[in-house]
């Protein structure tokens, strides 16, 4: 009986025990443990979270991070290398602000690690253009989920995005040039190949009713319409695609007629594909400005 009691004593400290030496494996999990390790001023833990190889070396990047809680975004993971966008409270402590920096990890022997000295470069010796980083992620997001619900207030963002660029140099510009016309013309090629499928799909369906048909005719002429502003692509272009193919999105979840099913589930598998390409091209635009 004493032996039973034992056990039973024993288990929750066993957990404990366990839970304490597991190590965090995924970059996530990994940064979310360094910054807490940072918040709690904890060199040690530090050391073993990151490429620092000395604790004595512990700086802290010359900042107070006690109860710091950073906010993550945006993850991409290359082979051996992971940066993880990190929102951080802004330096003079205002109240809601965040600032917009990266953590950077590598994979060493199978773990993967915050890379210490570049992410503190990141952090000490911010670019100019970290408050357009910052703007390009969050309207990246933005723009991705319009392609599934309206969003009112879009256009003012890309104009917004668009004057941003502009007090930047010739140089940061010509480098997005291209990201951007990439992703004009696949974009292009998308709305394209969609306004194409919709008019098969009324062809094939002339006794669907008015109203789905209505629908169908509008979404075309407005696709084939926001097509024609991308030969010359630019924000004021994305943003009038973006919204074209929102109310696609709602014009085809609405549809009543069964003969149109099949399109549907194509349709917005097509959607899910764009909204994909939608992230990788603000995610190149992003690195085009580092």
Same mark, same amino acid.
């Given at each position: 009986?004493?032996?039973?009691?034992?056990?039973?004593?024993?288990l929750p400290?066993?957990v404990?025990?366990?839970?304490?030496c597991s190590?965090?494996?995924t970059?996530?999990?990994?940064?979310?443990?360094f910054?807490?390790?940072?918040?709690?001023?904890?060199a040690?833990a530090?050391?073993?979270l990151s490429?620092?190889a000395?604790?004595?070396?512990f700086?802290?990047?010359?900042?107070?991070?006690?109860?710091?809680v950073?906010?993550?975004g945006?993850v991409?993971?290359?082979?051996?290398?992971?940066?993880i966008v990190?929102?951080?409270p802004?330096?003079?402590?205002?109240?809601?602000?965040?600032r917009?920096v990266?953590?950077y990890?590598v994979?060493?022997n199978?773990?993967w690690?915050v890379?210490y000295?570049?992410?503190?470069t990141?952090?000490?010796?911010?670019?100019? %253009?970290?408050?357009l !980083?910052?703007?390009i992620n969050r309207?990246? +997001?933005r723009? $991705?989920a319009?392609?599934? #619900?309206?969003?009112d207030? %879009?256009t003012?963002? !890309?104009d917004?995005?668009?004057?941003?660029? +502009?007090?930047? $140099?010739?140089?940061?510009? #010509?480098?997005a040039e291209?990201?951007?016309?990439?992703?004009?013309r696949?974009?292009q090629?998308?709305?394209?190949?969609?306004?194409?499928?919709?008019?098969?799909?009324?062809e094939?369906?002339?006794?669907?009713p008015?109203?789905?048909?209505?629908a169908?005719?509008?979404?075309?002429?407005?696709?084939?319409q926001s097509s024609?502003?991308?030969?010359?692509?630019?924000f004021d272009?994305f943003a009038?695609?973006s919204r074209a193919l929102a109310?696609a999105?709602a014009?085809?979840?609405q549809l009543s007629?069964?003969?149109?099913?099949?399109y549907q589930?194509?349709w917005h598998a097509?959607?899910?594909?764009?909204r994909?390409?939608?992230?990788a091209?603000?995610?190149?635009?992003g690195?085009s400005?580092?």
């Amino acid at each position: 009986m004493s032996y039973a009691w034992l056990k039973v004593a024993l288990l929750p400290l066993v957990v404990a025990f366990v839970a304490g030496c597991s190590k965090p494996e995924t970059p996530q999990e990994v940064a979310a443990e360094f910054w807490q390790a940072m918040a709690e001023d904890d060199a040690d833990a530090v050391a073993n979270l990151s490429t620092l190889a000395d604790p004595s070396a512990f700086d802290g990047y010359r900042r107070d991070w006690f109860e710091t809680v950073p906010d993550f975004g945006r993850v991409v993971i290359e082979e051996r290398k992971a940066t993880i966008v990190t929102r951080l409270p802004s330096e003079d402590g205002a109240t809601g602000e965040r600032r917009e920096v990266v953590t950077y990890l590598v994979e060493l022997n199978g773990d993967w690690l915050v890379d210490y000295d570049r992410t503190g470069t990141a952090i000490m010796n911010p670019s100019p %253009l970290d408050g357009l !980083m910052g703007e390009i992620n969050r309207l990246g +997001e933005r723009l $991705s989920a319009t392609f599934s #619900r309206s969003s009112d207030d %879009l256009t003012s963002q !890309m104009d917004a995005m668009a004057r941003e660029f +502009e007090a930047y $140099s010739d140089e940061a510009a #010509r480098k997005a040039e291209q990201a951007m016309e990439d992703y004009g013309r696949a974009l292009q090629e998308f709305m394209e190949e969609l306004e194409k499928s919709v008019e098969e799909a009324l062809e094939e369906n002339q006794q669907a009713p008015a109203r789905d048909r209505s629908a169908l005719q509008q979404t075309a002429a407005d696709l084939h319409q926001s097509s024609d502003r991308l030969d010359d692509p630019d924000f004021d272009a994305f943003a009038d695609s973006s919204r074209a193919l929102a109310e696609a999105g709602a014009r085809f979840s609405q549809l009543s007629d069964e003969s149109f099913r099949n399109y549907q589930q194509e349709w917005h598998a097509r959607l899910e594909e764009i909204r994909e390409r939608t992230n990788a091209f603000f995610e190149d635009l992003g690195n085009s400005q580092r």
